[in-house]
């Protein structure tokens, strides 16, 4: 079957740095995304890695490692402003379809 | 550009009640899917079309169908509504369905907040 596995929940503080993990298992591989939704508001695109090692894109990054299943979302500096839900879908075959993980809630404390 | 828009934000329907959820971009995209997100949990694909005509279905078609007349719109039509259809439903759309990220990443609506009661 197809499977993708992140933490449901995590906290952190203003200004710290976190990394979200996201671990897949699925048919094939076309591709990685993540997304960012805010409660109440559609998913908004933040990065994709198609090819391993380390995507940078401003204060966000994301790390995939194709043999072993394996990418993560690493935000520093973090503002208030990141508190929302961050999705990890895979693209598995090349018929046009994302599978998506469950999301993980992010809290930013102060 | 409008980006995706979809009409209504908020509906409750009655038990075997009908509606379409209407969605339509301006961003010339080929590729457009149908989503409902469930409390809590990730997006599962309802249909999705690569084109003018084609249509197709997704992990959880049950209960809906779609049309795609135009390259523009895309709506969703359910038939006798079901307590288990009350979800958030986002449109999506994308250039393409794969490549490189710039025609990958796919654009999502506002969502549509159902309550089947």
């Known amino acids: 079957g197809q499977n993708i596995d992140q933490p449901t929940e995590m906290t952190a503080t203003e200004g710290a740095i976190v990394q979200i993990n996201c671990t897949y298992q699925?048919?094939?591989?076309?591709?990685l995304f993540w997304y960012q939704q805010h409660a109440g508001e559609a998913p908004t695109f933040l990065s994709y890695?198609?090819l391993d090692g380390l995507e940078e894109k401003g204060r966000f990054s994301s790390f995939l490692s194709r043999s072993k299943g394996y990418s993560y979302l690493l935000l520093k500096e973090l503002q208030m402003k990141d508190s929302a839900s961050y999705l990890c879908?895979?693209?598995?075959?090349?018929?046009?379809?994302?599978?998506w993980g469950a999301g993980t809630k992010l809290i930013i404390k102060p | 550009n409008a980006g995706v828009t979809q009409t209504p934000k908020f509906r409750i329907l009655k038990i075997g009640q009908s509606m379409t959820l209407q969605c339509a971009q301006d961003?010339?995209?080929?590729?457009m899917y149908w989503y409902r997100q469930d409390p809590g949990m990730g997006l599962k694909l309802i249909y999705y079309?690569?084109?003018?005509?084609?249509?197709d279905k997704g992990e959880v078609p049950n209960g809906y169908n779609v049309s795609r007349s135009t390259t523009e719109d895309f709506p969703l039509r359910l038939e006798l509504a079901a307590p288990s259809q009350t979800s958030v439903y986002f449109c999506?759309?994308?250039?393409?369905?794969?490549?490189?990220?710039?025609?990958?990443?796919?654009?999502f609506g506002p969502g549509t907040r159902l309550t089947v009661l």
């Open positions: 999506a759309s994308s250039y393409s369905g794969t490549g490189n990220s710039a025609d990958n990443e796919q654009f």
């Open positions: 961003m010339n995209h080929n590729y």
């Open positions: 079309s690569v084109g003018a005509g084609i249509t």
């Open positions: 699925t048919s094939g591989f076309n591709g």
């Open positions: 890695n198609v």
């Open positions: 879908a895979v693209e598995a075959d090349s018929n046009y379809q994302l599978i």
